[in-house]
């Protein structure tokens, strides 16, 4: 008769977690996966906080301006470059989720192109990242 469980003293291969599964820990493609899922979620957060505030406007729109300038401090820059990060992400890698699943090459060249998206987000991340923090530090300590 077949049993589930491993014979007692059989070799065991790999790591295994306490419910007797194998423990996956994971590579770039997992965590590209999560961050993918982290990243929708989040736009999908801003999408409808932006769709709340902007109906403030027909409901009242001095409500509707003390939203506006709360988004103007200089804390809030920090969740705009959070923002940027994040959307810069999600269609970066859903654009190489798309190569994979439609184009013949696609399997063969996913972790090339996972580490494509990676250097064009830092590239494009890096100046972003400079002049959102180097205006949320203007506002905060004064200057243009």
């Not at 902007?54 to 939203?67: F, I, K, N």
């Not at 103007?72 to 269609?91: D, M, Q, R, S």
């Not at 989720?97 to 060249?109: A, C, H, N, Q, Y």
């Amino acid at each position: 008769m077949a049993s589930t469980t491993a014979a007692a003293g059989a070799p065991s291969s790999g790591n295994k977690s306490p419910g007797g599964g194998k423990l996956y820990r994971g590579d770039l493609g997992m965590w590209s996966w999560v961050a993918h899922r982290i990243t929708g979620v989040l736009t999908f957060f801003f999408l409808f906080v932006h769709v709340i505030d902007t109906a403030l406007v027909r409901v009242s729109p001095e409500a509707y301006d003390g939203v506006i300038s709360l988004y103007k401090e200089p804390f809030f820059v920090l969740f705009e470059l959070g923002l940027v990060a994040a959307i810069l992400f999600h269609a970066l890698n859903g654009v190489r989720i798309m190569l994979v699943d439609f184009w013949s090459k696609g399997p063969r060249l996913q972790r090339p192109m996972l580490w494509t998206i990676i250097v064009v987000w830092l590239v494009v991340m890096i100046p972003g990242t400079y002049y959102l923090v180097s205006k949320a530090l203007s506002m905060l300590f004064g200057g243009s």
